[in-house]
């Protein structure tokens, strides 16, 4: 049977049947990212683009002296065609890619850019001087979930940003103070209550994980990292044990993770009902970035305040949208 895109056009079908034409315009999202060491960042940059662009993928890149962190999406054949030519690639061979469908694009937008590092800790050596903590696989991970339930010798740390792991974050993982203005590494004091227990922690993809344990075991604790992070163990154990949604960095903000035992714990910032819609503050000088349910979102025009209801700056009101993170009005995702 022919099943070209170009057939259904011309039978007539593509404009009778929507779910035809998502079957046939697949998109998948990519997150991905590599340690390696990096001569001329610029050069990879600009090459990165070009490849990029002539695919018409749409995304995040960052490339530094010590390695490569992107997410991307694209029609499912162009993210292949990118995947094999990494797997080609001088630098980027063995790259480990995790890979979403998704029905289309997750970014408006193509950025790639040289940064000092590709995950910003401020870390005073580099990935390839430290090393990194000892990878543990899913299933693995998933065993000390459920001893850390009754072995206080086991912990299991979430290395992420308050706004992520307020949407989801696995069954009594141990939080840190991390938000906008604080790193992971000015949470020493909270981290120093966990040396000598047996760490597993975890990050979305795993380059957090990856590059933090490397330099806490350095300072001499007992750390482990989630291999593939919470997007890998959605795929790999069905996310047993990860309650609420995975935060991501594009336009579906969350995504779900756990097909066993799923459960919501967000709650609105306003009225703290239970709750999964990520929003920006309608106004753009607040821009807060919170979970807000159904009801306050409406009642507060998409802000997080009756104050913020009041701004100058308040940005057109959208009751099928959100905001991204750090996005502004124009951006406005529908
Ligand atoms: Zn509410
Ligand atoms: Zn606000």
Redesign the pocket.
């Known amino acids: 049977m022919e099943t070209s895109l170009s057939y259904l056009r011309q039978s007539g079908s593509i404009q009778t049947d929507t779910k035809l034409i998502y079957k046939y315009m697949e998109y998948q999202v990519l997150l991905y990212y590599k340690f390696v060491s990096i001569a001329d960042p610029q050069a990879v940059r600009d090459e990165h683009y070009a490849k990029c662009q002539s695919l018409n993928l749409k995304g995040r890149i960052l490339i530094a002296t010590e390695g490569i962190n992107g997410t991307v999406s694209g029609l499912k054949a162009d993210t292949e065609a990118y995947m094999e030519w990494m797997s080609q690639h001088d630098l980027f061979a063995g790259t480990e890619f995790k890979i979403d469908e998704y029905d289309r694009h997750a970014f408006l937008k193509l950025h790639v850019r040289v940064k000092n590092e590709v995950v910003r800790f401020n870390l005073p050596n580099t990935v390839q001087e430290y090393g990194t903590g000892k990878f543990v696989e899913p299933e693995e991970f998933r065993n000390a979930i459920k001893e850390a339930q009754t072995n206080p010798n086991i912990v299991i740390l979430d290395t992420r940003s308050e706004y992520e792991f307020n949407v989801g974050k696995f069954k009594n993982a141990v939080t840190l103070p991390i938000d906008n203005f604080r790193e992971l590494t000015d949470c020493m004091e909270e981290m120093e209550q966990l040396r000598g227990k047996q760490i597993y922690s975890y990050c979305t993809g795993g380059i957090r994980c990856e590059k933090i344990t490397g330099w806490l075991a350095h300072q001499g604790f007992d750390i482990y990292q989630l291999h593939g992070g919470i997007i890998r163990y959605g795929k790999e154990v069905g996310g047993e044990d990860f309650d609420g949604q995975c935060y991501v960095f594009d336009q579906r903000v969350v995504v779900p993770i756990n097909q066993v035992n799923p459960n919501v714990i967000g709650h609105c910032f306003v009225c703290d009902n239970t709750t999964e819609k990520m929003i920006n ?3 753009a000088l ?3 970035h919170i979970l807000i349910c159904e009801t306050c979102f409406h009642e507060l025009e998409g ?3 009756e ?2 209801t009041h ?1 100058e700056q308040k940005r057109a009101f959208n009751p099928d949208g959100y905001f991204l993170r750090g996005v502004n009005s124009k951006n406005y995702v529908k």
Request: glycine share 0%; charged share 10%.
């Open positions: 503050c309608a106004n607040c821009n807060n802000c997080c305040s104050e913020c701004s």
